[in-house]
């Protein structure tokens, strides 16, 4: 199994500002994700981590409100741009092996203010 | 994109109570997971499961592929078990995508 660090756990942040979220995992894997779960929802799969390319976004997500890096196959980071209060969510870090078992980082919990 | 419904959405149980958690989905799929997920929003593997049965401790785990669902069952509840519990699955036909339910909100009282 993976063991997924993800910093910081939680934050406030102030509105217009911008925070950047680290995961990093024990082992080198293929697939690395990030998603967003608002207050009360399921998860939504915000992208795909892509090492040494740009990340892939689902719908409704873009590449300007949520840069993301992926320098190496154990390390990733989301950063929320120009943050709102309706940015205010836990994001986690996922990682995989193909269809194999998925693991998640410990989430950061972001409140906008 | 595959469809992946849970039951119940919502669970009241006296500690001490076993209770079934159900996850249906709408295509084939080549991975199912459940997760638990705590208070503090960390998502705990509880199991790897396409198909087959699986048990660990009080927890155990029923998917039958071909028919497209899959139950997880809690026995002699404890107030740890609440939570809310989520099923994802990733569709045979796509790899790249985890779909989630949304999940059964779990609350065991004492």
């Known amino acids: 199994s993976a063991v997924i660090s993800q910093k910081p756990s939680r934050d406030i942040c102030q509105r217009g500002t911008s925070l950047t979220i680290q995961c990093q995992v024990d082992?080198?894997?293929?697939?690395m994700f990030w998603y967003r779960q608002q207050p009360g929802q399921s998860l939504t799969l915000i992208a795909t981590?892509?090492?040494?390319?740009?990340?892939?976004?689902e719908s409704g997500f873009v590449i300007d409100k949520f840069p993301i890096s992926r320098p190496n196959l154990t390390f990733s980071t989301l950063t929320v741009s120009n943050m709102s209060p309706e940015d205010s969510s836990i994001y986690l870090c996922?990682?995989?092996?193909?269809?194999?078992?998925?693991?998640f980082g410990q989430g950061t919990r972001l409140t906008v203010v | 994109g595959i469809q992946v419904e849970q039951s119940p959405p919502d669970l009241i149980l006296q500690e001490g109570a076993n209770s079934t958690l159900r996850c249906n989905f709408s295509?084939?799929?080549?991975?199912l997971q459940w997760f638990h997920q705590n208070p503090w929003g960390q998502l705990i593997n509880l199991f790897y499961?396409?198909?087959g049965t699986k048990q660990n401790g009080r927890l155990s785990a029923t998917t039958v592929a071909t028919e497209r669902y899959s139950l997880l069952y809690i026995s002699s509840s404890q107030t740890t078990d609440s939570g809310v519990y989520f099923c994802?699955?990733?569709?045979?036909?796509?790899?790249?995508?985890?779909?989630f339910g949304s999940g059964t909100k779990l609350n065991v009282k004492p």
């Open positions: 295509d084939s799929v080549n991975n």
């Open positions: 994802a699955v990733i569709s045979s036909y796509n790899f790249n995508k985890f779909y």
């Open positions: 499961i396409p198909s």
């Open positions: 981590a892509n090492q040494g390319s740009e990340a892939t976004y």
């Open positions: 996922s990682v995989r092996d193909s269809v194999t078992e998925a693991f």
């Open positions: 082992s080198q894997v293929t697939m």
